[in-house]
């Protein structure tokens, strides 16, 4: 894990003074867009509970009827057919840390039908901006605690969550496996449906383009969270961003000498990956700012430039936003002022 460390700025944190700012509101769909809307049943396939009913002693058996049924990252085509693949999984299902993590996993989503009620209701205002895409099949597993791999993530067309991953920030085996706290903080059942848009479909959107400045990065972090917003347009910010409370209400205190901050210092501008890094990596704090600042500032700040942006362009289509690429076009046309 990096290593972080702690630079003052007591000067500009408690000499400046903090202005009120004006609240946002998550994007409102058009009546056009509005009358598009469908219900929406979004696909739920578990199939970590298919692969652990498995009869081991008949392992390939069972693994090849499961071809078809789930893509092929999971299953693929004649996989049940390689005696050392076979073994290795074996090995997997039967292991006892995996077992009884399945076992965990199992006791705490026996039932996702809140999450599948959150997704279906997501869709349908994702559809509404996004009437060319379609609603993916949601796939669960255990992933065997790897927090350096995406916790949720796309496939084809699925969805794939790994529920070993949201157990709880107190599940007792994250610290064990060397999880940082600030990522088990958000191990939680209610960032299941929020990351599932933050940290995948966005990425459908959002073209494939060198990030070459810290306001690049901003602007890119940014969109993703405005997306986010504008399919769960009831939660809070902190909720869609993942910050607690106390964090949150740090970035509502010093947005403006924050923001001051990056431009004094040109932040926005540096190809420095350093700079980069301390503006949108998932950090425990700003390590510009102290440990009282909440991580992904850079992210922050970007989606705050989206949401004026937007707000001051509401001819433009969520489809036209994010093919646009010019970041300083967007933060000068966005009339940002915090």
């Known amino acids: 894990m990096k290593r972080f460390f702690l630079i003052t700025l007591s000067a500009l944190l408690l000499l400046t003074g903090c202005h009120k700012k004006e609240k946002v509101a998550a994007p409102k769909l058009t009546k056009e867009q509005s009358a598009k809307i469908k219900d929406v049943n979004v696909t739920v396939k578990r199939y970590e509970k298919d692969l652990f009913s498995l009869d081991v002693n008949h392992l390939a058996d069972g693994v090849a009827k499961l071809y078809g049924k789930y893509p092929e990252n999971f299953v693929a085509k004649d996989c ?8 290795g999984l074996k090995g997997y299902i039967t292991d006892p840390t995996i077992k009884k993590l399945y076992k965990d996993t199992e006791a705490k989503y026996a039932d996702l039908s ?4 959150e997704l279906d209701e997501a869709f349908k205002i994702y559809l509404a901006h996004f009437p060319n895409d379609s609603v993916p099949t949601v796939v669960t597993y255990v992933s065997g605690m790897n927090f350096e791999w995406p916790s949720v993530f796309t496939y084809d067309n699925n969805l794939i969550i790994a529920l070993d991953m949201y157990l709880g920030k107190d599940y007792k085996n994250y610290a064990a496996a060397g999880m940082p706290k600030f990522v088990s903080e958000r191990c939680e059942r209610r960032f299941i449906a929020t990351d599932c848009f933050t940290r995948a479909m966005a990425y459908k959107h959002l073209p494939e383009k060198t990030l070459i400045s810290g306001l690049d990065n901003m602007i890119y972090e940014g969109k993703k969270l405005f997306l986010t ?41 540096s190809k420095d990956e350093d700079v980069i890094r301390r503006l949108v990596d998932e950090t425990p704090f700003t390590r510009d700012f102290g440990n009282n600042s909440p991580g992904r500032l850079g992210a922050y700040i970007g989606w705050q430039i989206v949401k004026s942006y937007m707000k001051n362009h509401p001819e433009t289509t969520m489809e036209e936003f994010f093919k646009m690429t010019d970041s300083q076009k967007i933060l000068n046309d966005s009339y940002y002022k915090p």
């Open 80 to 87: 049940w057919k390689n005696e050392q693949m076979m073994a």
């Open 114 to 117: 809140d999450i599948k009620k």
């Open 229 to 269: 917003q504008t399919v769960f347009p009831n939660k809070k910010e902190q909720e869609i961003i993942g910050y607690s409370d106390a964090k949150y209400e740090w970035t509502q205190k010093y947005q403006s000498q924050v923001w001051q901050y990056f431009v004094e210092k040109n932040m926005l501008y």
